[in-house]
């Protein structure tokens, strides 16, 4: 495969109870960039979910029972393999998802970053003492790993948002079970073969790779030995596994869709603004939950922001992310292509002026021009759905109660951003919109030492920072009596 150094990290089997197990069909992992077959992988059925269910569960006892220092020593294994493997790994990440090279490089930071981070903060699970109502008792709080947990996780960020479970569970003593999705399988099956390498027991960390999403995902949310259940994708199949994993009452943690808020008050500093809006609305050519989908722009500033945002969105190079100097890449497939056109075309036939893009990019099937439209009422389409592509919708407003409203108005509520100088008016906004997120005068918001979830339909849990180990720990509480003589 092109340009891999280490041909032994292209894997193509499931990895279940620390063995590659192939199945008896095999389906294509396509490059969305050309249409190419990068590799053909085995397709694992319900069947081999439950085997690694099973491996899971037997690798608990062992893996939790290990002090958490010596689970952090084969993390840290594990985070110093992937970064010795970056260029690789981001190679293999591009060929299968699109994104540049230089953000799936990125990305592989960012993932790697959480194994790291989880490694320490796993030495730092603190319980309580707590003072007892009486003199017979003493009352102890011990925090313990929750059990096996299973996960499914999306193409978007083939990397990072495994290790930001995985990573968090490993940590807190837990054994884990991932489902990839079918388009971007290669990029988790290379981080089982390293932390193969890494010396993480086999049973512990389990990936499976097939193409019966229903089936799978069944058993992922309803197999009495798991725990806990954790899910990034969009808000519809959010739903859907919540109630699948009420039939055990699992614990579920849920990383769900958005639809961002980018504001750009008149006391902003434009450039800023305009800069801000480039890399949170169009990396990963617009496919990422926290990405901008709605510009608003109060309207002293209107024409000359969308003027300089309008060039610096001309000017951005789309083409196939494995070559030098690419920002754009392609969509994930054409019915994403198809889905971002028909956003665009209804709103254009709703009154949207067509700024610049608006059409399939020469490059390919998959690609699409950056677009920008104006005269957007938040009632059109596209600024009520998730855009999921490099589509930037801009609406003027005039107050500030006025475009707290407006961005409220959604059921999402993961991430916000806005641009403004006055300190009241950042305290008074930022304590406004109902985001779990807030980006001000900052547009990338996400790393490892900060608290990424979402409010209302956007989810429930957070990943990443101190709090990211909460989901997959009890709380359990010890009463101890027959103190007094
Ligand atoms: C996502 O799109 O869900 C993750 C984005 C990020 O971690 O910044």
Redesign the pocket.
């Known amino acids: 495969m092109y340009k891999i150094k280490d041909q032994a990290l292209i894997k193509t089997c499931s990895y279940i109870a620390g063995n590659w197990q192939s199945s008896q069909t095999s389906f294509d992992v396509l490059n969305p960039a050309t249409g190419e077959t990068v590799a053909q992988v085995s397709d694992a059925s319900v069947e081999e979910a439950t085997l690694a269910v099973a491996a899971a569960n037997k690798a608990f006892k062992a893996w939790s029972a290990l002090p958490a220092h010596e689970r952090a020593k084969l993390l840290r294994n594990w985070f110093n393999l992937m970064m010795e493997h970056q260029d690789d790994l981001a190679r293999i990440l591009t060929l299968e998802q699109g994104k540049p090279l230089a953000e799936a490089k990125g990305e592989i930071a960012y993932g790697a970053g959480f194994i790291e981070w989880f490694a320490e903060e796993g030495k730092r699970v603190y319980g309580d003492t707590i003072p007892s109502l009486s003199p017979n008792q003493k009352v102890i709080v011990t925090k313990q790993a929750v059990g096996v947990v299973a996960s499914i996780t999306p193409w978007?960020?083939p990397n990072?948002?495994i290790t930001r479970k995985a990573a968090a569970a490993l940590a807190a003593g837990c054994t884990f079970v991932v489902r990839p999705a079918t388009q971007t399988p290669l990029s988790a099956l290379a981080m089982a073969e390293l932390a193969e390498r890494a010396g993480i027991p086999a049973g512990v960390f389990n990936v499976v790779v097939g193409e019966d999403a229903v089936g799978i995902g069944q058993v992922l949310t309803t197999h009495p030995d798991i725990a806990k259940f954790t899910f990034?994708g969009s808000t519809a199949v959010g739903k859907i596994l919540i109630k699948q994993c009420a039939s055990t009452v699992k614990k579920v943690s849920m990383?769900l869709g958005g639809n961002a808020p980018f504001i750009v008050f008149n006391d902003a500093d434009i450039d800023e603004a305009v800069k801000g809006a480039i890399i949170s609305k169009y990396r990963n050519a617009g496919q990422?939950?926290?990405c901008t989908n709605r510009i608003f722009v109060q309207k002293e500033v209107l024409a000359s922001f969308t003027e300089r945002f309008a060039v610096a969105v001309k000017n951005l190079q789309v083409g196939n992310g494995i070559e030098d100097d690419i920002q754009i890449g392609p969509m994930i497939s054409s019915t994403a292509v198809d889905g971002v056109i028909k956003l665009v075309d209804d709103s254009i036939s709703q009154g949207a002026i067509l700024h610049t893009g608006g059409n399939r990019h020469h490059a390919g099937s998959h690609f699409y021009q950056p677009t920008v439209l104006t005269n957007v009422t938040p009632d059109m389409s596209v600024a009520r759905n998730e855009i999921f592509g490099p589509v930037s919708p801009i609406i003027s407003f005039d107050s500030e109660d006025e475009v707290i409203a407006m961005a409220n108005n959604t059921e999402y509520g993961l991430a916000a951003y806005f641009y403004a100088r006055d300190i009241g008016r950042v305290w008074r906004v930022a304590q406004a919109l109902e985001y779990g997120m807030i980006g001000i005068n900052e547009s990338i918001i996400?790393n490892v030492a900060a608290p990424?979830g979402g409010v209302k339909q956007s989810g429930s849990g957070r990943e990443g920072s101190k709090y990211g180990l909460d989901d997959y720990l009890e709380i359990k509480y010890l009463c101890m009596g027959g103190i007094s003589q």
Request: net charge negative; proline share 0%.
């Open positions: 978007n960020f990072a948002m990034t990383e990422t939950c926290v996400s990424f």
